[in-house]
């Protein structure tokens, strides 16, 4: 298999300042006046690799191959009391967060009116879960319409630990994500292997499949962000290397390019998930196809919660 190149040493980088626009590569960006070049780079990923080394002005620099904004979510699980909520929020209310980041936090869906009541309007909720269509008499769920009435604005759906341990099929996990979409939720869309598909060279399979099952359900990408998360990785402390988080977001967004479009792939952000925490998270960061984070135990710290939102400051080394 052929390596990532992860020179992230200096090296001729003030040379090249000039290819790049904020934290973005000029030339990726997405318009007609440059499709030809966006498609030749996505050709040259058709591996489902794309050397940094490849472009030689690019070596050394890092930045964000994708032209969304920053996002890092972090999702509570079933955790949490009425007083350990509390003192969270009161830690992500103090904390200094960058600005050009979407923060997000998923707490329990007992706690969420808590939770919206308390913390600051600079973090948006998410829920765990939703149901696939309309509420009414589907016993122990919980409708899209009552996550919006309690001021939601995102859903995690297709989380490893819904697919896995509750059961959930790709259709089902799409039909849910189609459903919240239609009716303005936005879906953080989790997707990500397990050890012995990853240990079985089938990594990129699964992940396929598992976002063809939602494009094939999608009515639109605009509010779509896809989560990959290694379920090896997961609550495991077990971190992926930025280099094997890298691979599989390239070929992540090179599958966009060609199945949905060249702009959804651009557009799209696609984070990583799986022990991402405040001593990892800089490194993650500096790929640059990694647009966030998934996090689950350490977004239940706020202060470490902040150091992975801020990560973002690592992006901007070349810029
Ligand atoms: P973790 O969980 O950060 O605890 O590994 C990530 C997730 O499940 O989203």
Redesign the pocket.
């Known amino acids: 298999m052929a390596v990532v190149s992860t020179s992230l040493a200096g090296g001729a980088v003030s040379s090249q300042l000039t290819q790049f626009s904020g934290l973005r590569k000029s030339f990726l960006k997405l318009d007609s006046t440059n499709a030809n070049a966006t498609q030749s780079l996505f050709h040259n990923v058709n591996s489902h690799l794309r050397l940094a080394s490849s472009n030689k002005g690019c070596r050394g620099v890092v930045t964000m191959a994708g032209s969304g904004k920053f996002f890092v ?1 972090g ?1 509570w ?1 079933c955790n949490g009391t009425k007083d350990s909520i509390s003192k969270l929020v009161s830690d992500l209310n103090n904390a200094t967060l960058e600005s050009d980041v979407d923060v997000v936090v998923a707490p329990p869906f007992v706690y969420i009116d808590q939770v919206k009541n308390s913390l600051s309007d600079r973090i948006e909720i998410a829920a765990q879960n939703c149901w696939t269509g309309k509420g009414g008499a589907f016993t122990g769920e919980i409708s899209v319409e009552q996550l919006k009435d309690l001021g939601c604005k995102w859903v ?1 759906l297709g ?3 819904r697919r896995h341990i509750i059961g959930e099929d790709d259709q089902f996990i799409g039909k849910k994500a189609a459903y919240a979409l239609s009716e303005g939720l936005g879906v953080i869309a ?1 997707i990500g292997e397990l050890l012995e598909e990853r240990e079985s060279g089938k990594t990129f399979d699964v992940c396929f499949q598992q976002l063809k099952a939602y494009a094939d359900a999608v009515p639109s990408w605009d509010n779509v962000v896809i ?1 990959y ?1 290694p379920v090896w ?4 402390g077990k971190v992926a290397t930025p280099e094997q988080a890298q691979e599989v977001h390239v070929a992540v967004r090179d599958w966009l390019n060609k199945n949905v479009s060249a702009e959804v792939a651009s557009k799209t952000r696609i984070i990583y ?5 405040g001593g990892n998270c800089a490194e993650l960061a500096k790929q640059e196809d990694i647009d966030g984070f ?6 239940l710290k706020g202060p470490e919660f902040a150091t992975i939102v801020n990560s973002v400051t690592s992006k901007k080394v070349a810029a």
Not at 273 to 277: D, I, Q, R
């Open positions: 979510g999702n699980k995690v989380h490893s630990e989790c989560a998360e990785a997961i609550g495991t998930g799986g022990s991402v925490n998934l996090v689950g135990g350490a977004s």
